[in-house]
Every structure is written in C-alpha cells, then in structure tokens.
C-alpha cells in the first residue's frame, strides 16, 4: 500500500545502495521538489550529501530565511549558502527584455552552483560522484522516460544546470506525483510554508517587475506579495489556486489620491490562476471581499502603489507569467 512512510524506507535503502561511501551534492532552489528530494538523500547518507543553496535575491519575502534556517533545523542538512544577490543584480542592471533576463540569471545560476561544486570537491573525503534532481514522474513522462543526463529537464527551479555534468544522477521523486511529493515531505518534517508552496518561476520576482530589475522595486514587489499570500492563505484558497502572480508594472505610474494629497505610483497585478498543469489556465474567480481586503492593504502598506488591478485572461491567450 502506498504511504509517504513506506516510501521513504524504500528510497532511503535504495540511495544508501546507490551511493555507497561516495558524496553528493544537490542544489536547492526554495521549491518544493529540490527540498523533498534533497531531505530524502540527507535522511539516507548524513553528511555525505552537501546542499548548496544559491540565494540570488530573487526570491519572495522569508522565502530565503525559510531554507537558510527552518529547513536546516528540520533537515539537519549540510547546506551551503552562496550570497549571490549583488552579482545577479548587477548583471540584471538595465535589462528590461524578459528572454534576456532569464539568461543571464540561468547563466550566472550554473556559474555560481560550479564554483560551490568547485569547493565541495576541494573538500577532504570521498569522491563526490552522484547529483541529486528533484525529477518527478511527469517530467519523466514528459520527457519520453529515458535515463541518464538526457533526461535532465531544463531545470525549472534552479534555471539549468552544467552541460559537461559528471555525476550521476540520484532522483528519489521520479514515480511521485505533487500531491505525493508534499506528503513524502511532510513525512520528512520539512516545514509546511515549504512543502505547500504553489509552483514559483526559477528566475523568480525578476520576471514578475515589468521593467528593469531594482533592489526598491524587488523591495515593493516583495511587500505586495506578502500581503497577498497571506490574505490569500487567510481566505483558506491556497491550495484551490493554482499560482498566483503578483506583478509590479515598474515603468507604468498612474494618478491617484491619498489623504490631501495627489500620488503618482505603480499599478500591481494580481493574476491569480487556476490549472491541472500549468499549459492551459483560468484565471480564479476570487471572491469580491479577499479581492478587496488585498487592495486596501497593498494600496495603503505599500507607498509606492496606487493602484491593484486583476488580470482576467485565460491561458492562452495570457500566459500565467507576465514575462
Ligand atoms: P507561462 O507564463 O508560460 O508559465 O504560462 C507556465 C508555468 O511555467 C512557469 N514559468 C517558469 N518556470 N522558469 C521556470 O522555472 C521560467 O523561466 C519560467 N517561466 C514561466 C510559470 O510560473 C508557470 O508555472
């Protein structure tokens, strides 16, 4: 019978065959699938894994503090950190193009995961020869089934990972569906804020400012956000909704009124969605009062918003994402 308990004690004896004495490395994005598998082989070989964690700024409010401590208590995993907000921000300096963006932060994401790769295989101790990936039967499905480097998919959360790899592949999530996944993490006793967390672009809050990428406006960005997670979790709907975007229209401003005074701000979009898989969307028929209570507050919590407006397109013709 499936439970999240048998599979744990099947993947874990099944990593502990794999490996060996050798290490492994894995690299963990904030997302759902890198944490689960990643917990898996932790809970299986200890201290010869190394996670590294590449923080490049662009995720959303306590996102990084989440990985950074409450999946390291939960985990007990060796994670390391890379600091690498000021390097993906003034590479992103300027650019307004949504195809360049994703680039340049895929590019400087596999720069920075080789140069950690570089100082863990510095490190004294056994071979570092296996890669963990947070593959799940989908993609598997998605990609024809294959084994091997081939079968990498052009990794989501993380934004690709080297071409030259010379590890192999460890993927204890590669029969699991989502909803599994989470409960196999929940199992694991990885935090709750992290195992239901919706699906989140590997480029992250940089594809949701229409506009060049700032540290202010990641900063209100990030504020609007949080006001509506948590509305949104209040409401009870997180998991009725498939993602919900929040979009900060950078080089638009509008005029408005506060108090005695005239305001020139950005407008924020919410384009919340529903969907089976991401291909095809609805956009999600909020009820009027969240949609308010989400407008007051981010019209009167973050200064630099005047105005929220909601994006009421399918996909297609909408994608989910704004860039
Ligand atoms: P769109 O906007 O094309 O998005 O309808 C479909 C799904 O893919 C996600 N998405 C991305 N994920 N890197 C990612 O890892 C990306 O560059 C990227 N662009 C879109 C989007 O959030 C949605 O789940």
Redesign the pocket.
Known sequence: TWTSANIVEEQVELIREQVGDARVISALSGGVDSAVSTALVQKAIGDQLTAVFVDHGLLREGEAEQVRQDYVAATGVDLKVVDAKDQFLGFLDGVTDPEQK?KIIGREFIRTFEAAEREVLATPGAPVRFLVQGTLYPDVVESGGGEGAANIKSH??V?GLPEDLEFSLIEPLRTLFKDEVRQVGRELGIPEAIVSRH?????GLA?RIVGAVSEERLAILRRADAIVREETTAAGLDTEIW?FPVVLLADVRSVGVQGDGRTYGHPIVLRPVSSED?MTADWSRLPYELLERISTRITNEVDEVNRVVLDVTS?PPG???WE
């Open positions: 994703r989501h959360n934004g699906p989140f672009p590997g480029p594809i993602q991401a996909k994608t989910i994402e």
